[in-house]
């Protein structure tokens, strides 16, 4: 498995923008897909967004579409989550994630976990 390590989060107004950044240990960061998922409170975790080894592939969950960009840099062993026009209901630790194989859809196909990072957005 693979140490990851996300910072960023924290509070903002509605409307506001974030960048997260999740860091991989390592020297096999750039052999795998990675993604985003996020949980609030008492809600399901829920994909956010995903993209290939390469960066040549980007997904995106429909609550997202248009507002969130994911990125990666595989020289700094690093994915990246730009987040704009945030939304109250974008409020949930947000994780990022290395994923094995098949879907990139599911939490399920995913190996390895940070330890996650707060983001609220305010009304």
């Known amino acids: 498995q693979v140490q990851l390590v996300e910072s960023g989060g924290g509070l903002v107004q509605t409307e506001g923008s974030l960048r997260l950044s999740c860091v991989a240990s390592g020297r096999t960061f750039s052999n795998y897909a990675m993604g985003w998922f996020r949980q609030g409170a008492g809600k399901e975790r829920e994909f956010v967004a995903a993209?290939?080894?390469?960066?040549?592939?980007?997904y995106y969950g429909d609550s997202v579409k248009g507002r969130f960009t994911i990125s990666r840099d595989n020289a700094k062993n690093t994915v990246y989550l730009q987040m704009n026009s945030l939304k109250p209901e974008d409020t949930a630790v947000y994780y990022c994630?290395?994923?094995?194989?098949?879907?990139?859809?599911?939490?399920?196909?995913?190996?390895?976990w940070g330890q996650g990072t707060q983001v609220t957005v305010s009304s």
């Open positions: 993209i290939t080894y390469n960066g040549g592939s980007t």
């Open positions: 994630a290395r994923r094995l194989g098949g879907s990139y859809y599911y939490a399920h196909e995913y190996d390895s």
